[in-house]
């Protein structure tokens, strides 16, 4: 087994996460790991810490942030077929329930990661969540609220705009929590970074108390035998020579476009503009590999746009990856 460091994010007040688009009426599906990294590293530029942003995010992988609800710590279904058998419900209606999980309690997951096979029954399947047992106690860890707001205009003479806005709320009893593999002094670096970004929070409308949290930190072990497939919990870019190691066709991936706006640069100027986009491999992706994942961090940063103040806009595509036995 492999222990890694769980970073909990608790006490979540609502969250908002921008979907790179001119809309408020959804909020992304998930907190992924690039946009984590960049805001530790956005915070360690506020603390002076400008010269070596790379090297840090070159130092460390995370995992995008999954939901814990309670005692349960969920991890994401991996891509395709799963050996999981409703052994209460028959073939057909099995099936359909099947398509509807989303994520997977870690202990289950583990057993099927490891080439096992899951039998459970159809009461373990709530609301898109695996659990181990039967638990009637057992509540969705979050639910999206879309409220109507209105937008002030800054110019005498113009109409309110009303807009709705997607909030994601969480149960007091749940929130998300992130791996990493960092030790030491960085990861004792990432826990005081961590703390900083609860305090300002993350995501879209910080500034009204949306995305902030307590940071709290445990481990968790997660199977480690020895395989050429691999599953990403986090998402990866990979090295130009690391495509000839990767056998595609026997692996299953699906890949997610990232870009948005530069809303995190400490100038207000650069807030409207638009980042460079890439295609990341997403979480949950199975690949087959002759060559461990190493990934590249990039950097989005505008290129037609002259300004002396433009800085680097780096995004982490270093991947963290889970050895897995899946037929």
């Not at 992304?28 to 530029?45: E, G, H």
């Not at 080439?115 to 695996?130: A, E, T, W």
């Not at 937008?151 to 990493?180: H, I, M, N, S």
């Not at 002759?290 to 595509?317: A, E, F, W």
């Amino acid at each position: 087994m492999a222990t890694y460091t769980i970073i909990k994010l608790k006490d979540m007040s609502p969250l908002h996460m921008g979907t790179g688009k001119e809309n408020y009426d959804f909020s992304a599906s998930q907190l992924q790991s690039d946009t984590l990294s960049a805001a530790l590293a956005s915070i360690r530029v506020q603390q002076g810490e400008k010269d070596d942003i790379a090297d840090f995010l070159e130092s460390f992988s995370l995992s995008s942030a999954f939901p814990y609800y309670a005692e349960y710590y969920f991890l994401p279904r991996p891509l395709g077929k799963i050996n999981v058998f409703i052994d209460d419900c028959e073939e057909y209606t099995s099936r359909k329930k099947l398509k509807t999980i989303r994520f997977i309690e870690q202990g289950l997951w583990s057993e099927l990661i490891s080439g096992k096979d899951v039998h459970i029954q159809s009461n373990q399947l709530k609301d898109g969540f695996l659990l181990p047992v039967s638990d009637s106690s057992f509540k969705k860890p979050y639910k999206s609220i879309v409220n109507q707001r209105v937008a002030v205009p800054r110019a005498d003479g113009q109409d309110a705009e009303p807009f709705f806005f997607d909030w994601t709320f969480f149960d007091k009893e749940a929130g998300l929590y992130c791996l990493t593999d960092a030790q030491g002094e960085l990861l004792d670096e990432l826990i005081d970074l961590f703390h900083i970004l609860g305090e300002n929070g993350i995501g879209t409308d910080k500034n009204i108390g949306g995305g902030k949290f307590t940071v709290d930190k445990t481990n968790i072990s997660l199977p480690d035998k020895k395989s050429d497939t691999h599953m990403l919990l986090s998402l990866y870019i990979p090295q130009n020579e690391e495509m000839c190691t990767l056998d595609l066709t026997n692996s299953r991936f699906e890949l997610i476009q990232r870009g948005g706006y530069m809303a995190g640069s400490m100038e207000n100027d650069f807030w409207h503009l638009r980042k460079k986009s890439i295609y990341m491999f997403q979480s949950g992706s199975i690949l087959k590999t002759s060559q461990p994942l190493q990934g590249k961090i990039v950097n989005l940063c505008p290129t037609d746009y002259n300004d002396n103040r433009m800085h680097p806009v780096y995004r982490s595509g270093k991947p963290l990856t889970v050895p897995v036995i899946i037929e």
